[in-house]
């Protein structure tokens, strides 16, 4: 008896381990399931809210639609103007967007791969323009917008978002840039590549992570942003769909189905970014924590 439970002793302890660790795995689970059912609900309920009448809302707020309809999303179109404020907000992050890769790209390229004075203390200055909270500089962006002529133009609002979120982006793109072998570049020296061409073939084609990590994150913050667009654009045509909807709370407070479609159609850009991204994304983050 003894030698038979011997040998089924170490079946009986792998058998017990293994329902050990599905015990674990299936708890892991359920937390990310909760998590991401958490994360969803927002989304589901928007979607819900929108695509139903407002007595409808008012008769059962938390269940299903009785009879779905597309009247709320038509109305966030024509009487809140929300397809308006979604594309100034698209114009104004997209080419904010495009100003600060090409910008960063270009200064991080030379203030990491370049010798000239004054280098570490340009670094320096861009990490400490990091730390400056940008509502202190709401008066003397909004003094130089305003002696500039560029109040109520979309351009002014492009060059302020460029200016604000410009050493955040430099500051990124150094970080990768540091890792990039000086031998690559030699090489590419010796055949002949001047400034412009070591970094359009060599450079751009071994930071592509975090160029991607930037256009992301950049697009994220820009297109949530709220206090310089109140305050650079403040006419109402040229609002961004931010403000739109903060400024729509009080006249539609009533009609909750048009603030749901409105707050919906200002999730679908961000959502494709991450979609889109979110490999390189992942990627990106991960390469600039190791870094």
């Known amino acids: 008896m003894t030698a038979v439970a011997e040998r089924a002793r170490p079946g009986g302890v792998a058998l017990s381990a293994r329902v050990g660790r599905t015990a674990k795995l299936v708890g892991v689970w359920l937390i990310f399931a909760t998590l991401a059912l958490s994360t969803l609900y927002p989304l589901v309920f928007l979607a819900l809210t929108a695509l139903r009448s407002n007595a409808d809302y008012a008769s059962n707020p938390a269940g299903f639609p009785s009879a779905w309809t597309l009247q709320q999303v038509a109305h966030a179109f024509s009487q809140a103007s929300m397809g308006r404020y979604a594309v100034n907000s698209l114009i104004v992050v997209s080419v904010a967007v495009a100003a600060l890769v090409v910008i960063s790209c270009l200064a991080a ?75 690559l570049l030699s090489a590419a020296r010796i055949d002949g590549a001047g400034p412009l061409r070591m970094l359009w073939s060599v450079v751009i084609p071994l930071v592509r992570p975090g160029l991607l990590t930037l256009v992301t994150l950049n697009f994220l913050w820009l297109w949530n942003e709220l206090l310089f667009s109140v305050l650079i654009l403040p006419d109402q045509n040229m609002r961004t769909i931010m403000v739109g909807i903060s400024m729509t709370q009080g006249e539609f407070q009533t009609q909750i189905g048009v603030l749901a479609a409105g707050l919906l159609l200002s999730m679908i850009p961000p959502l494709l970014i991450f979609a889109l991204f979110q490999r390189d994304l992942a990627r990106g983050l991960a390469a600039g924590a190791v870094k």
């Open 109 to 183: 390229y030379a203030l990491t791969l370049f010798e000239f004075p004054l280098r570490r203390t340009i670094l320096v200055v861009v990490v400490a323009m990091m730390a400056l909270p940008p509502t202190v500089l709401m008066i003397p962006i909004f003094k130089v917008v305003l002696d500039l002529g560029l109040l109520n133009k979309r351009i002014g609002l492009v060059l302020v978002y460029t200016s604000l979120n410009l050493p955040v982006s430099v500051y990124l793109l150094t970080s990768y840039m540091r890792s990039i072998p000086l031998e």
